[in-house]
């Protein structure tokens, strides 16, 4: 623990040992991570650039047509353009995919801050009520949220707010009750910081890189399940173009035109690949072994 | 407080969680949109006819009246009936159970029979080429899709090799398994590497702790100290993590069951959602619910029966 005078104030601000000041190189893992995930915002962003035809231009004259020069991925039962709805439906599943895990990151972190910061009674129902989503089998429960919810982002992102914020809850309570325990903190009280500023710089920086860790992790579930609920059905409005979807109605396909559900799959693993590996990297970083 | 204390606790502790699940889906149920009467009396009905629906349903009486006689109604086990169908939740459920429970245990075998002897190796060689081969291994069958490693798997083995059937299940026991064959490996696929993963730290833990130094130091090796000091209690560890997983599994039961076209409880669950088929919706959550509590509650059983340090937790 360093002690450092600030110049005029004469107050004593403490600073925790910072653990990226040594700045280790970036691992392989992220940059790699990042390179893929960068092409997928390049393609969501840029995507009526990118695709060949209007996505939702159907041509029933030319329907379940094989991969060729004017159709790259063929076409859909509806005669539509596959490719150019795997571009559109970038935006759909990176965007909601991404929202999907930060709202309970939010939610999550927020709750943590509060119950871990003020103890008491208000600790004991934010904990008690976290136990509780816990032991439910949330999963199950989101497919009932959606059902009565209806379709749509919004429905989709509040049921997934409500049974994804358990973990940041844990994480942050856990770190805010640690770091009260720690010397540095016990010296920033004494100093007559207000408890705000001792969240900010003191909590929230050390639990942020485990925070974005879990997220990574999360962020594939939540992908992978909005790509699973629109293939049971519910979800995203049917006009949307969106992977999970894409992959439900190439289904009855499958035998003559396997590629029609194969593509939207493996573009799910590659993006879900890029956040694996992003996370895998911050995660040396935070061992701090690059 | 012994074991036994333990286990009360946790019994009693079960309670509040199944007065939540009733909450819960009592509140979903004034959720859903329009008027429960309305639809089941149909589009023709007279006034009279759908305000002696409301009363026979109980829908005039006060809402805290109203959970009351729903509590009532489960615990007598009436579920209601299909709106679409009109037979009773319960029946339903009771023809559905056996295909999930089939899936269920055959996908536990397989996800547990591929992450424990590879989480195993990938502790033994910590840090080494063959751990981090076995983690980007895991990794990537985390991103995939169920539903659509599913379809693959129907293409390839199926479709292609016609080695097992489309979808549906059997009547002979040889018949079931091999229907059941790429559903379960589809839901193990997608199950084992939280499990590769969890089992992996668990032996690490084992492995660094002091009671394993100390058997070492007392002269046990091999088989022994692999048995009744590794074994036993990363044992204990995977117990409790397959319970935690159970409600995960069951959403993977629904997808799989879907894939594949079986006729289990997700499957039913799905039909009754794009139905609108609230009553059944609300049975098998309720199902589904009890069971993963229910199966929590049996870990901790056998956890305190395996491990006798947790009366001290």
Do not use: C
């Not at chain 1, 640690?178 to 050390?206: E, M, S, W």
């Not at chain 1, 190439?250 to 890029?274: C, D, E, H, Y």
């Amino acid at each position: 623990m360093k002690l450092r005078r600030r110049s005029r104030s004469g107050r004593l601000a403490v600073e925790p040992a910072d653990p990226v000041a040594a700045k280790p190189p970036v691992p392989t893992s992220l940059k790699i991570g990042a390179a893929i995930l960068g092409i997928f915002v390049v393609v969501a962003a840029f995507a009526p650039l990118i695709a060949t035809h209007d996505p939702a231009f159907q041509d029933l004259t030319d329907k379940l047509a094989s991969p060729s020069a004017e159709h790259w991925l063929g076409t859909d039962q509806l005669g539509r353009d596959a490719f150019s709805r795997l571009v559109y439906a970038a935006r759909t599943d990176l965007i909601v995919g991404f929202l999907a895990a930060l709202f309970p990151l939010i939610l999550g972190t927020t709750l943590g801050a509060i119950a871990g910061f003020f103890g008491g009674w208000v600790d004991t129902v934010i904990s008690r009520v976290a136990d509780a989503v816990q032991s439910f089998p949330v999963y199950v429960f989101l497919i009932a949220l959606v059902f009565v919810l209806g379709t749509g982002v919004m429905p989709i992102l509040v049921a997934f707010t409500a049974i994804a914020w358990v973990p940041y809850t844990r994480l942050i309570r856990t770190e805010i009750l640690r770091a009260k325990g720690l010397d540095y903190v016990a010296a920033a009280v004494v100093a007559g910081l207000p408890h705000r500023r001792i969240l900010f710089r003191h909590v929230l920086p050390n639990s942020v890189r485990q925070t974005v860790v879990y997220f990574m992790s999360d962020v594939i579930l939540a992908t992978v399940t909005l790509a699973t609920l629109s293939f049971l059905g519910l979800g995203l409005p049917v006009e949307q173009p969106e992977w999970g979807r894409m992959i439900s109605e190439g289904r009855t396909f499958l035998r003559n035109q396997w590629w029609l559900s194969t593509v939207p799959g493996l573009v799910i693993v590659a993006l879900g690949m890029g956040y694996a590996l992003i996370g895998d990297g911050l995660a040396q970083r935070l061992r701090g072994d690059g | 407080m012994g074991r036994f204390g333990f286990v009360l606790r946790r019994i009693l502790g079960a309670i509040p969680l199944l007065i939540g699940i009733t909450l819960f889906t009592f509140i979903l149920l004034q959720l859903v949109p329009g008027d429960p009467a309305l639809t089941l009396a149909g589009p023709r009905a007279t006034e009279e006819r759908v305000e002696a629906i409301r009363e026979e349903l109980g829908l005039d009486r006060s809402l805290p009246a109203q959970y009351v006689a729903y509590v009532g109604n489960l615990l007598q086990g009436n579920l209601g009936q299909s709106i679409r169908s009109k037979e009773p939740v319960t029946s339903i459920i009771r023809e559905r159970t056996p295909v999930t429970v089939w899936l269920l245990g055959a996908a536990l075998i397989l996800s547990v029979s591929i992450a424990v002897p590879l989480g195993a190796h990938a502790a033994r060689h910590r840090g080494g080429w063959i751990d981090h081969a076995i983690r980007v291994v895991s990794t990537f069958f985390l991103t995939m899709p169920p539903f659509w490693v599913g379809l693959m798997l129907l293409l390839v083995f199926a479709l292609g090799a016609g080695w097992f059937p489309v979808g549906g299940f059997g009547e002979t026991t040889a018949e079931r398994l091999r229907a059941i064959a790429l559903p379960a490996f589809t839901l193990a696929l997608w199950i084992f590497p939280i499990q590769l993963q969890s089992f992996r730290s668990s032996m690490i833990d084992v492995d660094g702790s002091d009671y394993l130094q100390a058997g070492r130091s007392i002269g046990l090796e091999g088989l022994t100290l692999f048995r009744r000091y590794i074994l036993r209690n990363a044992t204990a560890a995977m117990v409790t993590l397959l319970a935690v997983q159970m409600g995960f599994m069951l959403f993977g039961a629904v997808i799989v069951e879907t894939t594949f076209n079986l006729n289990g409880l997700g499957d039913a669950m799905v039909r009754a959602v794009s139905g609108r088929d609230f009553a059944v919706v609300q049975g098998i959550t309720i199902v589904f619910a009890v069971a993963v509590i229910a199966i929590n509650l049996l870990a901790d059983v056998i956890v305190a029966a395996l491990d006798p340090r947790v009366e001290i937790q």
